[in-house]
């Protein structure tokens, strides 16, 4: 690197010294005596303008070898020069690609690190829809149940109330029949009454002698009156009991009525349920798909951050290809310098 403020008189004070010393003031020797500082083609212009100034007398007369070993030295200080010059821009070139590259790097890992988050948020996000799919499932089974043993239960009652509803029935006939026995007896003693009171106003001399006889008689139909009456009282009374129990089958039956509507009430809560299991499926369809494309994503960060990484391995290459080239030239320009003259 050259030093900023190099003097021409400081470069002839070094050239003297070496002089002085018996040693050949070469560009290197010169930049070594001034503390390894200045530019090399800086030297080299200022050793060339003190050797004009100065001309032939003062300086002995330069051998063949002497020149051709100054042309060598001008060669390898411009050689030098543009090794330098290179090194710096693959330097520059690498530091600024490194650099790149490293921002490329945070943030990918950035990139990395968010994908890692969300993908972290989703399966907690899954899990929880999952757990929640489970809880529903276990409702809709236990509704299940709960609504097949309803189910039975309406069945027998069902059943019950066909077999009340027979009874019913019966009862009805009988209570029919008996009202059809009662009055079809009421108008066969009312046509026998009218039969009785035209015989008796056609034969009422003819009938006197009988009357005792018609009288026992007329207290035989009584009593057998009195016993169709008791007949239709107890009749009456199993019609009460029917009406009864018809009241008490239409009450069942309301009761039947009301568990109906709480098993459709059931019934509408479990299609409701399946349509939240329908809703948490898709959702959690939709969180797995969310979690295919995190993972693609960071996938793809993956590569990209391993293409960075050889990128940068491959830079690094090349800087230290051309830090080993510089060495090895300036190795070789050390190597063929020649060895100092003595006087």
Do not use: F, W
């Amino acid at each position: 690197m050259a030093r900023t403020g190099l003097y021409k008189s400081e470069v002839k004070k070094a050239r003297d010294t070496l002089l002085a010393m018996g040693r050949r003031p070469s560009v290197d020797a010169v930049r070594i005596e001034l503390g390894n500082t200045g530019s090399k083609t800086t030297i080299h212009k200022y050793l060339k303008e003190l050797e004009e100034e100065e001309g032939a007398t003062a300086v002995p007369s330069r051998t063949i070898s002497e020149a051709l070993q100054d042309l060598v030295e001008r060669l390898a200080a411009q050689l030098q020069a543009e090794a330098d010059a290179q090194v710096r821009s693959a330097r520059s070139e690498a530091d600024s690609a490194t650099g790149r590259l490293q921002a490329e790097l945070e943030t990918l890992r950035m990139t990395v690190t968010d994908l890692s988050a969300r993908s972290a948020k989703a399966d907690a996000a899954r899990l929880h829809e999952v757990q929640a799919h489970e809880q529903t499932r276990t409702q809709l089974q236990e509704q299940t149940v709960e609504s097949r043993a309803l189910e039975v239960q309406v069945r027998v009652l069902h059943e019950r109330l066909a077999e009340n509803e027979q009874h019913r029935n019966s009862l009805e006939e009988k209570h029919q029949h008996a009202r059809e026995a009662l009055e079809h007896y009421r108008t066969a003693t009312k046509e026998q009454r009218e039969q009785d009171l035209r015989r008796h106003e056609q034969q009422i001399q003819t009938l006197q002698a009988e009357l005792r006889q018609l009288r026992q008689e007329a207290i035989v139909k009584q009593e057998e009156v009195t016993r169709v009456n008791q007949e239709g009282v107890r009749l009456v009374a199993e019609l009460s009991h029917s009406q009864q129990a018809l009241y008490d089958q239409r009450s069942l039956v309301a009761r039947l009525q009301q568990k109906l509507d709480t098993l459709q009430e059931v019934a509408n809560r479990n299609q409701m349920l399946e349509s939240q299991l329908a809703d948490r499926n898709a959702v959690t369809e939709q969180l797995q798909a969310s979690l295919a494309r995190v993972e693609q994503e960071n996938a793809t960060a993956t590569q990209l951050l391993q293409k960075a990484e050889i990128e940068r391995a491959a830079l690094q290459a090349k800087l230290d290809a051309h830090e080993s080239l510089s060495a090895e030239l300036r190795a070789h320009l050390r190597d063929t310098e020649p060895a100092p003259r003595k006087k």
